[in-house]
């Protein structure tokens, strides 16, 4: 989980944040799921191919990327078969309303930077998305 805090966002009423689905918040910096009595919020981008994870569907306690379906565990975003765990961000329920605690934005990349990350990665034989390196 993510320590240092940019900005803290509502995601909204807790009973009115899905279990089925994972929806964008802030900006779509963040997506977030219901998980029982809990909200989870995730980086807004998946493993594989740094896709929005925005609209995911949720089936048997596992998220579901909506391009090409990768899988992560709820409710802590592991990859299921392993191999990484989408980063996690803090949420804290006020009166029914969940609150997202946000880190500062990641720095801009020249699409110089991001092929070297990928062809580094893609050396290394991981195929996740450019530039994430090992877990
Ligand atoms: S980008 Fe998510 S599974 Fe490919």
């Known amino acids: 989980m993510t320590s240092q805090v940019d900005v803290r966002i509502?995601?909204?009423?807790?009973?009115?944040?899905?279990?089925d689905r994972c929806?964008?918040?802030?900006d779509g910096r963040a997506v977030v799921v219901r998980v029982g009595e809990r909200v989870v919020a995730f980086r807004n981008r998946c493993l594989h191919q740094d896709s929005p994870l925005a609209d995911g569907r949720?089936?048997?306690?596992?998220?579901?990327?909506?391009?090409?379906?990768w899988r992560y565990h709820l409710p802590d975003g592991e990859h299921v078969g392993g191999g990484g765990r989408l980063p996690s961000y803090p949420v804290e329920v006020v009166d029914g309303e969940a609150f997202v605690d946000l880190p500062p934005p990641a720095p801009s990349r020249s699409l110089r930077q991001i092929m070297l990350a990928h062809a580094r990665d893609w050396d290394r034989g991981d195929r996740r998305a450019p530039g994430r390196g090992t877990p």
Request: aromatic share 4%.
């Open 58 to 69: 949720v089936l048997t306690g596992r998220l579901i990327c909506p391009m090409h379906f």
């Open 23 to 26: 929806v964008a918040v802030g």
């Open 10 to 19: 509502s995601a909204g009423r807790v009973a009115d944040i899905p279990a």
